[in-house]
């Protein structure tokens, strides 16, 4: 008898009967692959069209991939259509950071292979169940949108 309860306090004081609460998230918790599902709710392509009718942009697809601790890759594919039409991919990478319900980017890319100039932003979007959205990214901005848009992104498996 005096085993059992000698166990059990033991057990009691280790904290073993009563686990501690799990501790809060960290960026580690949202290390994931992220896609863009939408554009101010429509769902991609997000076509912008051109002055002549059939002519225009369309943002085909948007892929983030946040990695721990701290670093991140994305790819941006778009199509530009005039007398033809062209798919091509932007790539960008640099470092998140989660701060409170935020998501902080910093990021560098070179706009398409043709350009060689770098371009580097930062940026702070808002975390959300399976997701988060982000105001703009790389050089889709408020200019090719024409207004500030909302670009949310899912977790994928």
Do not use: N
Request: proline share 8%; charged share 15%; glycine share 10%.
């Amino acid at each position: 008898m005096k085993t059992s309860v000698g166990l059990w306090i033991a057990l009691l004081g280790s904290g073993a009967c009563h686990p501690a609460p799990p501790p809060p998230a960290v960026a580690q918790d949202y290390a994931g692959r992220y896609v863009l599902q939408t554009v101010d709710s429509q769902p991609l392509p997000y076509i912008r069209p051109g002055v002549v009718a059939g002519e225009g942009t369309a943002l085909v697809s948007v892929m983030i991939q946040l990695a721990p601790p701290d670093t991140y890759r994305a790819q941006v594919v778009a199509a530009f259509t005039d007398s033809g039409t062209v798919t091509d991919t932007l790539t960008a990478s640099g470092t998140w950071s989660r701060r409170g319900g935020y998501l902080v980017l910093a990021s560098q890319w070179a706009p398409w292979r043709l350009s060689s100039r770098v371009r580097s932003d930062t940026l702070m979007g808002w975390l959300e169940a399976g997701g988060f959205t982000l105001p703009h990214f790389s050089i889709f901005t408020s200019r090719f949108f024409g207004h500030d848009a909302e670009l949310r992104f899912t977790r994928q498996p």
